[in-house]
């Protein structure tokens, strides 16, 4: 197989996530999956083994549930990709999609939560602020207004009775590090939980169990993401001690005295069970790589999803058996990744190397910047990975300070610096590069989406010697013009990450935009652009390109129909190819 079908046979391979199954009802699940070439909601009756494409969408579906009983499911309704729109839902059987409630208004999604009872919690924001309303399903009355704030929100969780629903929140002021409050279906407040500047609670499930209370949550007390029950009702609070290295998920066993825990160390993730009652961690035999989700089977078995840099995603249990495949040709192999561990300004580095099969050092390379900058580039299957190496770079990811996974510290480090930290990590890990001869340094290009995107154009002004081109995929140009269009929970999260608005602080936000250190770039730039980005705004990155050939700058421009990426995958094909010729052309490949 010639290179150019490689890379493109690994994202036309058939995919799917993880299914979520119904808690009352286990043989229905639902998933998402590429078969079509669009993402779309697919069902699973796992008593027959008939599955169905439940959306059929022009630029595809992202988010999708069940309700406990396994009835309906629901799914967000949005246009092109702007993530604003209404839930619809539909009989699990099939039948007419119809919206959640009539009398839903359209926002931006802020958490669902569905109870056995027949009850919905739907979290939505506008620019009037956050809301959590709660109705009967089916019900004309209008749905009910039972929590409500102008600073970020989102519904956690709801017991499966419906009796007790929780709200993740920010009325402190910093979205960064969310409290805990549980209401009930009135609005009545229950219990709290905040600990205070720096430490937020996340991860919440309720016990899966109809009469049982109990919230399982994440805190962060100890400068790490750990496990917590919280009986909200008496105020009972249980930590989970674990005495392993690195972060830590954490979800229920079916009958709530076991705890799923998912431990993320070095961009590697492995399974334990945790037993509530003794306190014991059995370990839970899985591949070497990435547990991109997992959930416990009412059999005691644990299903799910794997993957590696080499070897393409897989839906497997803890029997050691496959759970489900997509029928279609499998995606071809990459190759594995080498771990670097770097000094850096702000303590070690790690950074992860994808180098091509054939041919020695030093190479051209791509530092490939992801997204977030809460995320981690880790040990997992990504067909643009693969494309890069296939074409003949290294591929170069730096896990910098702002990432998760290496602790609280590390995450929150950005605060006062945004941009400069990150890429002074990068610099880092560059230095080393060079200094192995891995890389050839007239041969580098900086790369990115989203926040990679962003850090690509900051890292072109403020390096500009440094890259032969970048590559800025729905990047933030200006902070302060990108906050005046984006979501409300994207300011939330400005506000937290800079420590006020554009108007209180706007040195700051100037300090950190790419657009202060426009005249400094010289390396020929590629901008991609979604229409209808609701978090990387079209607008703000057409006034920096207008700035840009102003100067006369050398610039390429590629805009597609969609959001903040594209879930049609020959779309997807497409911005690879852009991305690879437009290298190629400015490294001499």
């Not at 010639?2 to 286990?26: C, G, H, N, S």
């Not at 604003?84 to 039948?95: A, E, V």
């Not at 499930?205 to 209370?213: I, Q, T």
């Not at 400068?223 to 005495?243: A, K, N, S, Y």
Request: with cysteine; glycine share 12%.
């Amino acid at each position: 197989m010639k290179a150019e079908e490689r890379w493109q046979a690994r994202f036309r391979a058939a995919r799917m996530t993880l299914p979520v199954w119904a808690r009352l009802a286990p043989a229905r699940a639902v998933y998402r999956c590429n078969i079509s070439g669009i993402w779309e909601i697919h069902a699973w009756d796992r008593s027959t083994g008939a599955t169905r494409q439940v959306t059929s969408r022009p630029r595809g579906t992202s988010h999708a549930a069940i309700d406990p009983t396994g009835q309906w499911i629901w799914w967000f309704s949005d246009t092109y990709g702007d993530e604003f729109g209404i839930w619809m839902r539909q009989p699990f059987t099939g039948g007419p999609e119809i919206p959640a409630h009539p009398d839903l208004a359209p926002g931006h999604p802020t958490g669902l939560a569905l109870s056995s009872a027949g009850t919905a919690a739907v979290g939505r924001s506008s620019r009037h602020g956050f809301q959590v309303l709660h109705f009967r399903v089916g019900s004309e009355d209008r749905p009910a207004v039972i929590y409500e704030s102008r600073e970020f929100a989102q519904v956690a969780g709801m017991s499966l009775d419906g009796s007790l629903i929780a709200v993740s929140h920010s009325e402190h002021g910093d979205s960064r590090h969310p409290a805990l409050r549980v209401i009930r279906p009135n609005g009545q407040v229950v219990g709290d939980l905040h600990d205070g500047p720096g430490k937020g609670f996340s991860g919440v499930r309720f016990a899966p169990m109809m009469a049982d209370r109990r919230i399982l949550t994440l805190h962060e007390r100890r400068g790490r993401r750990e496990p917590l029950v919280w009986d909200p009702l008496t105020g009972e609070q249980r930590e989970i001690w674990l005495r392993v290295p690195g972060e830590i998920t954490a979800d229920w066993y079916h009958d709530g005295r076991a705890l799923l825990i998912g431990h993320n160390n070095r961009a590697r993730t492995e399974l334990f069970r945790y037993d509530l009652g003794g306190g014991g961690l059995t370990p839970i035999k899985t591949l070497h790589g990435v547990i991109h989700d997992a959930m416990p089977r009412p059999d005691g078995t644990v299903e799910y999803s794997w993957s590696s840099g080499a070897h393409p995603p897989v839906i497997r249990s803890s029997d050691g058996g496959v759970v489900m495949n997509q029928s279609g040709p499998s995606a071809p192999p990459s190759v594995p990744l080498e771990d670097v561990f770097v000094e850096g300004p702000g303590g070690r580095v790690h950074a992860l190397v994808s180098r091509p099969e054939s041919g020695t050092g030093p190479y051209p390379a791509v530092f490939l910047l992801h997204g977030g900058p809460a995320a981690q580039d880790d040990d997992s299957f990504l067909p643009n990975v693969a494309a890069w190496v296939d074409a003949g770079f290294v591929v170069v990811r730096v896990n910098y300070r702002g990432s998760t996974g290496y602790g609280s510290a590390w995450r929150d480090a950005l605060r006062g610096d945004v941009g400069h930290i990150e890429l002074s990590d990068v610099a880092a890990v560059r230095e080393w590069a060079l200094a192995t001869r891995l890389v050839d340094p007239e041969r580098l290009v900086l790369a990115g989406a989203s926040w990679g995107g962003y850090l690509t154009l900051l890292g072109l002004g403020t390096q500009p010697k440094w890259w032969a081109a970048g590559i800025a995929a729905v990047p933030i140009a200006d902070h302060a013009a990108a906050y005046n269009d984006e979501t409300e929970g994207l300011r939330a999260y400005h506000r937290a990450l800079f420590g006020g608005s554009p108007r209180e602080v706007p040195d700051l936000y100037a300090a950190s935009s790419p657009m202060t250190y426009l005249d400094g770039i010289q390396a020929p730039l590629l901008v991609l652009a979604g229409e209808n980005d609701p978090r990387s705004p079209i607008r703000q990155i057409e006034q920096y390109l207008e700035k840009l050939a102003e100067r006369g700058h050398e610039f390429e421009v590629y805009r597609y129909n969609a959001g903040h990426g594209s879930l049609v995958v020959e779309e997807r094909i497409r911005q690879m190819a852009a991305q690879l010729d437009f290298a190629r052309k400015n490294v001499g490949l």
